[in-house]
């Protein structure tokens, strides 16, 4: 398998090439000024693989005219152009389930700072506010007796609902589709479910269906006590909207691991103090991210041995 050649373009885990490295030859590319690739042609023919945490463009795929299979860094593949691989029978992979744990963690964290102003409290002791009979106010809210809806449901969206229950909070969700697997209350629409409760949780990936669908309706219908909180993808919401729901008290607050344009966050969010702002970090730990990279590379091991895709996304034409 040594000769197999496999493109990285760009950024990635730094355990993802240091194990490549074992199996194939590992080819780093950077792109040019308009974007392209920057491989020669002869290189380009040779790319069996590609092993990547980011974008992968129709372009990069016609113009590696061998390549079988795109392994993908993260649960969500919005950055490769799934249809058109589908469309020149090129596999795509992605890491699903390794990061649920953590995902969940960080989003049930998130909630809780939210509504619990955590964060805003340590900055209050370490300015060194806490004095003799000056304690930090009261938080407005509470997690207790909250009814939390989730928007998703998927692999994620369960871990998250399952550290829920402890809490005692009543759970609902929408998703294109009912799962006769749970006893979560069901609602059909997005609007539905954030008139019902008064937290949301957003965890879908991004996909057309999906863009600003968390806008200035929906908000309100979630109410003037209204949790938000967003570990899915920032495409999902309308960030002038969210902006202007919180400033005006459309919504009480938000907890936000993810923005429209990252690493741009709108001053308008940073100025907010009821809103919790997070730098995409939530499977971001040492194990969950080395697991991540692992399956990366297992997968493109796992295709290149035994012709067998891991974890390859949905619309990918090779079944596992
Ligand atoms: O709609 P369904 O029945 O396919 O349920 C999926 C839901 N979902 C949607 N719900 C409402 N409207 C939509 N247009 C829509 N599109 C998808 O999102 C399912 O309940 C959930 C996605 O679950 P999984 O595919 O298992 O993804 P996972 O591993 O939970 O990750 C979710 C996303 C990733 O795509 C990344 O963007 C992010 O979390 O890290």
Known sequence: MSRIAILVPGKIHDRVPARLQEHFELVP????????????????KRIRGVAVSGTVNAADIDGLPAVEVI???????????????A??????????DVLNDEVADTALALLLNTAREFPRAENWLRDGNWKPGV??????????????????????????????????????????SRNPDVAYDYYPSLK????????????????PQTHKVVDAD??????????????????????????????????GAAGLDVFYDEPNVPAGLLDLPNAVLLP????????TRNAMADLVVDNLI???????????????????
């Open 29 to 44: 590319a950077g792109r040019d000024a308009n974007g392209r690739l920057a491989i020669d042609a002869e290189t380009a």
């Open 71 to 85: 392994s993908s860094f993260g649960v969500g593949y919005d950055g490769v152009d799934v249809k058109h691989a």
């Open 87 to 96: 469309s020149k029978n090129v596999v795509v992979t992605n890491t699903p």
């Open 135 to 176: 304690n930090y106010p009261l938080s407005r809210f509470s997690l207790k007796g909250r009814h939390v809806g989730m928007f998703g449901l998927g692999r994620i969206g369960q871990e998250i609902a399952a550290r829920l229950e402890p809490f005692k909070v009543k759970i609902s969700y929408h998703t294109r």
């Open 192 to 207: 539905e479910l954030a008139a019902a409760v008064d937290t949301l949780i957003a965890i879908v990936p991004k996909t």
């Open 218 to 251: 929906i908000l309100s219908a979630l109410g003037s006590d209204g949790i938000f909180i967003n570990v899915g993808r920032g495409w999902s919401v309308d960030e002038d909207a969210l902006i202007a729901a919180l400033k005006n008290g459309v919504i």
């Open 280 to 287: 995409h970090l939530a499977s971001g730990s040492v194990p």
């Open 302 to 320: 796992s295709w290149f041995q035994q012709g067998k895709p891991l974890t390859p996304v949905p619309e990918t034409p090779v079944k596992a």
